[in-house]
C-alpha cells in the first residue's frame, strides 16, 4: 500500500472518531451549539497535518507484528491501533493550539490559528483541554478491558508532563519580545528539543504500538527510548539547520528561526564560536524581525561554517545509530527495524 494509501485509510477513521465523542456529548445533554462548536474544534485542528506520528503508530505495530502490510490487519485491529495514532494527533492539536496563542502566531498549516478565527479568541483555551481529554476518553472506550490499559493511561500523562516541561523552559529562555543571548546553551536547547519534541514525536508512537502488540517488556522499552530519543534530538536539531540553511522551494516555507529569536542549534552553536566582535554583532541583530539584521546573522552563521559543523555532525550521529540499531536484542519480540523505519525517513531529508 502506498503512503498515499495508507493516510487516506488512516484519515476514514477520524470522522467515526468525531461521532464517538459527539454521541458522548449528546449523552450529557449538550446543547446542540456546543456540540457543533467542538466538532468544529477537532475538525479544524487535528487532521490537517502530515499525520506523521499517528501513522507511525500503524507503522510500528504493523512491524512488530510481522505484518506485510496494514492489509493484514482485520478492520477491528487496524481501527483500534489507528484510534491510538490519533490520540496522539489530538495531543499534537492541544499542543498546538495553546502555542499558537503563547506565541501569538498568525497561522498554522495554511489557515489562520485557532485562536484567530472569528469568534474564537480566548475559548481557544478551554478547547485545547477538550483535545486533551478527549484522548483519555477515547482510551477508555476501546482499550480498558486490555490489560496494559493503565500504561497507555501514564504513558500520555508522563509525556504531557515531559512535553511542557521543554515548552516551559522554551518560553522562559526565548521570548519573541526579550532577546537576552546570555540565556542561550548547548545544554538547554538539548533539553528543550528532547522534552518538548522527541518524547511526544517519536518514542510515543513506537511505545503505544509496543503496548498493543505486546512487546512492552521494560528492557525493550528502554532500547527503543536510547535509540528514539537522540534521533528525535536528530531531526530537530535537522529542522534548525534546514530552517537556516535550506532552500524554501525544497522545505516548503521560509525559515523565521532568527527573527523569531528562537534558541536553535544555529545559534548556540555559533554563540560557542564566535569571537568578540561577532558575538556583539548577534546580540545586536539576533530575533529582530528585519530581513537586514536577520542577513548579518546568516552572514556570520556562513564565515564559521555551520553548515559544516552540521553536516559533520550529522554523519557522526547517524554512524552512531545505526551501531546502537545493530545491537538491538530482539529475543523478546522487538523489531530493529521500527528503530531503521524512523533514521531512514530523516537522514539527509530535504524537508
Known amino acids: 500500500m502506498s503512503k498515499a494509501e495508507s493516510k487516506s485509510k488512516f484519515l476514514a ?13 449528546k ?29 507511525s503508530v500503524v507503522d510500528t505495530y504493523v512491524i512488530l507484528k510481522n505484518y506485510t502490510s496494514i492489509n493484514d490487519l482485520s478492520t477491528e485491529e487496524y481501527e483500534k491501533v489507528a484510534i491510538l495514532g490519533w490520540c496522539i494527533e489530538l495531543l499534537q492539536a492541544y499542543f498546538l493550539v495553546a502555542d499558537d496563542m503563547m506565541d501569538s502566531s498568525i497561522t498554522r498549516r495554511g489557515q489562520p490559528c485557532w485562536y484567530r478565527v472569528e469568534n474564537v479568541n480566548q475559548i481557544a483555551i478551554n478547547d485545547s483541554f477538550m483535545l486533551e481529554a478527549s484522548i483519555y476518553v477515547l482510551l477508555k472506550n476501546h482499550f480498558r478491558n486490555d490489560p496494559y490499559y493503565v500504561d497507555l493511561i501514564e504513558l500520555f500523562h508522563d509525556i504531557t508532563f515531559k512535553t511542557e516541561l521543554g515548552q516551559l ?21 538539548s533539553f528543550i528539543v528532547i522534552y518538548k519534541t522527541a518524547y511526544y514525536s517519536f ?10 502488540a505486546n512487546v512492552s517488556n521494560e528492557i525493550d522499552l528502554k532500547q ?44 548556540n552553536t555559533a554563540l560557542t564560536l564566535a569571537d568578540k566582535e561577532q558575538k556583539q554583532l548577534l546580540d545586536n541583530n539576533y530575533g529582530q524581525k528585519d530581513a537586514a539584521k536577520e542577513k548579518i546573522c546568516k552572514d556570520i552563521f556562513q564565515n564559521l561554517k555551520i553548515d559544516q559543523i552540521y ?24 523489531k530493529s527495524e521500527v528503530l531503521s523505519v524512523f533514521l531512514n525517513k530523516i537522514y539527509k531529508r530535504k524537508k
Open 169 to 189: 523552559l522554551d518560553l522562559i529562555t526565548a521570548p519573541e519580545d526579550n532577546v537576552n543571548l546570555s540565556n542561550f546553551s548547548l545544554d538547554k536547547h
Open 203 to 212: 518514542y510515543l508512537p513506537v511505545a503505544l504500538a509496543m503496548y498493543m
Open 311 to 334: 553536516h559533520d555532525y550529522e554523519e557522526k550521529i547517524v554512524n552512531e545509530l545505526k551501531q546502537k540499531i545493530s545491537k538491538v536484542d530482539q529475543s523478546r519480540g522487538f
Open 13 to 25: 477513521v477520524f470522522p467515526k472518531i468525531v461521532n464517538e465523542l459527539q454521541s458522548i456529548l
Open 27 to 55: 449523552s450529557y445533554n449538550m446543547s446542540q451549539e456546543a456540540i457543533d462548536w467542538f466538532t468544529n474544534n477537532l475538525n479544524y485542528n487535528t487532521p490537517g497535518g502530515k499525520l506523521n506520528r499517528g501513522l
Open 224 to 267: 527503543a527510548h536510547d535509540i528514539l530519543i537522540p534521533l528525535g534530538e536528530y531531526f530537530q536539531i535537522q529542522d534548525d539547520f534546514l530552517d537556516c540553511f535550506g532552500k524554501p522551494e525544497d522545505i516548503g516555507k521560509i525559515g523565521t528561526d532568527i527573527q523569531d529569536n528562537k534558541c536553535s542549534w544555529i545559534i
